[in-house]
């Protein structure tokens, strides 16, 4: 896929120079994600020529310092044969930093003198902060003069918590910045494999006639971790899987992989056609709620033959938190193309296995003319992670006389089909988007929106009902009751 998208940086309308100033610069998103994909980014010779990097973060710390920091982070981070000392010091002599307090103006006087913006660079604000400051960081930047047409504002998710929140958010922003220049991260998106879905729809003329509820007896999306909340109690107690995982990377995913051939690959045809998709997604709410989705929270378990304690000893949980920490749900696409195929979406922390992974489930051949009739019908796994696999089941014969089926799997894995090519970072893709002003991999306002106004109702009818998690061990695969959501009509989760 990589191969088919231009390189940004040879594009001949690149910008030459940029500024990027990462709020919460001090954060995990900023030096865990965001300056080694910079890192990457320099080293390959991507960025703008003139590009400078300013960290902004509370704590008084000298730009020595932040640099010590960053560097211990970034060789944490990069694979040790592509962190390069020299490398490293070209690095370090464009990234700086400022102590200041994003809450007050008066800061934003000495971040202006500090950088001394000329109006014909880029400007990337990139707010890897607490979503309350989005609206007085933006209003902030207004009043100081940096946030004029080459300036652009990276917002990352939670992008509020419910279609209300989202909607103050969304208009503080707007009244700063128009639509043009705010950039919505959904990381999945940025993800090769992610973007590979589009290339298999629409570079390839075998699946698409295929991809219609003629032909398609269901689909499953699965994003499994084995991680627990780790360091982020505090934000996860209130957010939970659906507002963490669902309402944004997998609706996201069902989109993509759902949605009509967009006219052109640019940004508004691409989310025109994700919005009809949430548009038509069948509303979840009062008893439906019940019957349709599953809430899971993790007990204490094992994973990798570690022992872990349950959700509610993690740091900065309450002690009687009701927040899921897995959601399994059956969702309906109520269009033309999607009438009548179950989509199960599934998410959990503290599952069995890190998988990411879409399966396709192909109906039975309509005449059984060589098999009992008990055949499992042609399955297309795209597994976005850890591996980057495409297998298409088929049915063959196996050897020997008589005609005896069996499944066989035509594998692709991309990861070696790329001939050893590095696989680029998410946030490496989007932060060259960003850049160059591509939002084709960004999510609009109204998309934003749209995913709230589906998802309220769930969490809605789960406070109605007073539906609590159900448990699950950690190291399994999440509820019993997530079994039964797909036993009843027939199926089991595919694994
Ligand atoms: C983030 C969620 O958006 O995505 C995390 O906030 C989750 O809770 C993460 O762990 C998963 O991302 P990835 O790229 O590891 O699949």
């Not at 310092?65 to 002599?93: G, I, K, T």
């Not at 700063?176 to 590979?196: A, M, W």
Request: aromatic share 8%; proline share 5%.
């Amino acid at each position: 896929m990589a191969e088919q998208f231009p390189k940004m940086s040879e594009k001949s309308d690149f910008p030459l120079s940029c500024d990027i100033l990462v709020f919460g610069g001090t954060g995990d998103l900023a030096l865990h994600k965001l300056l080694p994909a910079l890192y990457h980014l320099h080293r390959e010779n991507r960025l703008p020529a003139d590009t400078r990097i300013l960290a902004l973060a509370r704590s008084a710390r000298t730009p020595e310092q932040y640099l010590a920091l960053a560097e211990r982070h970034c060789r944490a981070q990069v694979a040790r044969a592509e962190f390069d000392a020299a490398d490293w010091q070209s690095f370090a002599a464009r990234l700086d930093y400022l102590a200041m307090d994003a809450s007050q103006s008066a800061d934003f006087g000495r971040l202006r003198q500090r950088l001394k913006h000329s109006a014909e660079r880029v400007l990337v604000h990139y707010l890897a902060t607490a979503p309350d400051l989005f609206a007085p960081i933006a209003q902030h930047l207004k009043l100081a003069g940096l946030a004029g047409p080459q300036a652009r504002i990276v917002l990352e998710k939670p992008l509020g918590h419910s279609l209300e929140s989202a909607q103050a958010i969304n208009q503080a922003i707007g009244a700063v910045f128009d639509e043009s220049r705010v950039f919505r991260i959904d990381h999945y998106l940025g993800k090769e494999t992610v973007q590979n879905l589009l290339a298999l729809r629409f570079a390839n003329t075998l699946f698409e006639p295929l991809w219609r509820s003629a032909y398609i007896d269901h689909v499953q999306i699965s994003v499994n971790e084995t991680l627990g909340v780790e360091n982020r109690g505090a934000y996860y107690d209130h957010a939970g899987a659906m507002r963490d995982m669902v309402q944004n990377h997998l609706l996201q995913l069902l989109c993509l992989l759902t949605m009509e051939v967009p006219v052109h690959f640019d940004a508004e045809s691409v989310r025109d056609e994700k919005l009809k998709i949430l548009h038509a997604l069948r509303p979840i709410a009062g008893q439906d709620v019940q019957d349709r989705t599953v809430r899971g929270q993790y007990g204490a378990g094992h994973i990798g033959g570690q022992e872990v304690p349950a959700y509610w000893f993690e740091k900065q949980v309450d002690n009687d938190s009701d927040t899921e920490t897995f959601v399994a749900l059956r969702a309906d696409i109520d269009n033309w193309r999607w009438s009548g195929v179950p989509f199960y979406l599934r998410t959990g922390k503290r599952m069995a296995k890190k998988r990411s992974e879409i399966v396709i489930q192909f109906k039975p051949v309509p005449h059984d003319l060589i098999g009992d009739g008990t055949g499992p019908a042609n399955r297309l796994w795209i597994r976005l992670q850890p591996e980057e696999r495409i297998s298409l089941q088929l049915m063959a014969k196996t050897p020997g006389r008589g005609m005896q089926l069996e499944p066989v799997e035509l594998d692709l894995n991309l990861a070696q089909a790329s001939r050893g090519k590095r696989r680029w970072d998410a946030y490496e893709r989007l932060l060259l988007d960003v850049i160059e002003g591509d939002s084709t991999l960004f999510m609009r306002r109204d998309e934003v929106e749209a995913a709230w106004r589906w998802v309220d109702p769930i969490i809605a009818g789960w406070q109605e009902y007073y539906q609590r998690p159900r448990n699950y061990p950690a190291g399994s695969d999440g509820p019993e009751q997530a079994q039964m959501l797909l036993e009843l009509q027939g199926r089991r989760w595919l694994e």
